[in-house]
Each structure stands twice: as C-alpha cells, then as structure tokens.
C-alpha cells in the first residue's frame, strides 16, 4: 500500500520539474526546446506515476489515488518554489493544503478498501 504514495511522491517531483523548472532559466530559450525538454522530463514522471495508480487502483479507489496525487503535489510544490524558483513561502500553500486535507477526508471517510 506504501509502495504507489512513494512512487507518486517520485513522480510528482518530476512533473513539477516538467512544468515549471523551464521558467528559472530557459525564457531565452526557443519554446520548441523548452517542449522537447519538458517531455523529456514528463517521460519519467509518466514511467513512475503509471505503474503507481496501476498499483495503487488495487488499494484505493480513483478517487482516492487523485486527491492523494494532489496532496502530494501540495507538499512538494511550495519546496519547489522556495528551494529552486526562490519564490517566497505563503500562507496560501498551507490554507490550499487544509482544503486538501477536507478533501481526503472525504474521499477515505468511508475507510480504506480491503487489500486484495
């Protein structure tokens, strides 16, 4: 069960590269490129997060598996954009977080599916 978080953690920090890592240092760079190398970057956020919601469908359920992709997206963008984009830290990370919080509440309230 701790497997698929893990890898969607993994993949996570890939996408978040994928996206938004081009704006630090590539804006003189053609956007042809900038396309290329996100992909590039994508292709190994998709070889981590695939097999993780594959795994992952036989312990939660897709909606589960979202808002838990969503709530690690929210613990790592904003050490993304402090550490790397050197962004300030807000207090609109943490009241997006608690919203994401409700919202796992209600996707597990109903307990956690039995393990096959």
Request: aromatic share 20%.
């Amino acid at each position: 069960m701790l497997k698929p978080i893990f890898l969607l953690i993994l993949s996570n920090l890939f996408m978040t590269f994928a996206w938004y890592g081009h704006l630090k240092n590539m804006s003189g760079k053609p956007l042809y490129f900038v396309i290329l190398m996100s992909w590039g970057i994508a292709f190994f956020e998709y070889t981590l997060q695939v097999p993780a919601n594959r795994m992952g469908s036989r312990y939660y359920n897709i909606g589960q598996l979202k808002v838990m992709q969503e709530m690690i997206t929210m613990c790592i963008f904003p050490m993304f954009a402090f550490f790397y984009m050197k962004q300030p830290l807000k207090l609109d990370y943490l009241w997006a977080g608690l919203c994401l919080i409700g919202a796992a509440y209600f996707m597990f309230r109903g307990g956690m599916p039995e393990s096959p």
